[in-house]
C-alpha cells in the first residue's frame, strides 16, 4: 500500500500539488482557530470580570459606611448642650436637626453614586463623580438646614452663623479625607472602579464617625446666642 501510494505520488505531480495545498489550508485553518478560541476566551474572561465587578460594586450599598450613619446619627440625638449649667433647649434641638440633614444629604448622595457608579468607563470618571457629590452634598444640606432654622424662627443672620461655624470646624476633617481620596486615585494600589469606590467610602466613613466631635466643638463656640430663642 505503502509502495502504491509512493509510486502515485511520483507519478502524478498534480496529486503532489493538492496534497501540499491541502496540508497548507489544514495549517492555516488549525492556526486560525486556536487563535479564534483564544480570542473568544479573553473575551469570556473579560465579560466575566466586568460582570464581577458590578456585582461587587451593587453589594456597596450593604457596606458599613450606611451603619456607621446610623450609628453618628445615633450619637447627635442624645446630644445636650447647656448654657450657663442649664439644659440649651434650642441650641440642643438646632443641633440634632442640622446633623439629620447632613447625615441624610450624605447617605443619598453616596447611594446615588453606587447606583452610578457601573456607568462609568473608567476610575477618572468615578473620581470626578466622587468630587461632584461631595460638594453637592455640603450645598445640599447647608442650604436645607438654612431654610429650616428660618422657618423654626431663627433669625437669618443667626442661622447663617450656625451653619458658618460648622462648617469651620468641619473643614481641617473635610480637607484631609479629600486629600487622601485624591491619593487613593493616584495611587496604583486600587486599579478597578469597586476597589477606589470602597477605599472612598472607608475614608468618608471615618470623617462621619467625626461629625459629633466637630458639631459639638462647633456649637460649644456659640456661647448661648439660641438660649432666648424659641425654635417652634
Known sequence: MDNFVSNLLLESPIVVFLVIIASLIVTVFKHKCLSLLEEIKESVGKVLLRNQIEAKIKSLHSH????????????????????????????????????????????????????????????TELKNAVIDTMGKIIV???????????????????????????????????????????????????????????????LVSMAIALIPKDGVGAFNSINGKFKDIKYK
Open 64 to 123: 458599613d459606611f450606611f451603619n456607621v450613619i446610623e450609628s453618628t446619627r445615633m450619637a447627635c440625638k442624645h446630644t445636650k448642650f447647656y448654657t450657663h449649667k442649664k439644659l440649651d433647649v434650642t441650641k440642643t434641638a438646632m443641633f440634632v436637626d442640622f446633623m439629620n440633614f447632613k447625615l441624610d444629604s450624605i447617605a443619598k448622595g453616596f447611594g446615588d453614586l453606587i447606583d452610578r457608579t457601573n456607568s462609568f468607563n473608567n476610575n
Open 140 to 202: 445640599e444640606y447647608t442650604e436645607e438646614t438654612r431654610i429650616h432654622f428660618y422657618k423654626k424662627g431663627i433669625p437669618v443672620e443667626d442661622a447663617d452663623y450656625a451653619v458658618d461655624t460648622f462648617e469651620k470646624w468641619r473643614l481641617e476633617t473635610v480637607s484631609a479625607v479629600s486629600g487622601r481620596i485624591m491619593s487613593v486615585f493616584s495611587s496604583s494600589f486600587h486599579k478597578t472602579r469597586y476597589e477606589n469606590l470602597l477605599a472612598v467610602l472607608e
